[in-house]
């Protein structure tokens, strides 16, 4: 079953910190592109970072850049986004996608909240 399962969400104060973790199973992780999207409430689904199949090249929206790291360990089958400093605006669901070729696969979604 071609699957995506992020976790690692919840409920943090300003300046703190998350950790997100997306696992993979039913396809080969390690050929496809990880990205991380996320959506807040009223807005469209933004792009915030993605990773190559080899983790060899990153990129990330201006508004994480600095903040935000995107990584994967293709032995675990699994891509993480580590989150740090994060503002009110950082707010919203975050999901996975793997991308190669025709295929395009995503995740449920996890929520952040970013709120004193």
């Known amino acids: 079953q071609v699957q995506l399962v992020e976790s690692g969400g919840g409920l943090v104060q300003p300046g703190g910190s998350l950790r997100l973790s997306c696992a993979a199973s039913?396809?080969?992780?390690?050929?496809?592109?990880m990205s991380w999207y996320r959506q807040a409430p009223g807005k469209e689904r933004e792009l915030a970072a993605s990773i190559t199949s080899n983790g060899g090249a990153t990129t990330y929206a201006d508004s994480v850049k600095g903040r935000f790291t995107i990584s994967r360990d293709n032995a675990k089958n699994t891509a993480y986004l580590q989150m740090t400093s994060l503002k009110p605006e950082d707010t919203g669901v975050y999901s996975c996608?793997?991308?190669?070729?025709?295929?395009?696969?995503w995740g449920q979604g996890t929520q952040v909240t970013v709120s004193s």
């Open positions: 039913g396809f080969p992780f390690s050929i496809y592109v």
């Open positions: 996608n793997a991308r190669a070729f025709l295929n395009d696969v």
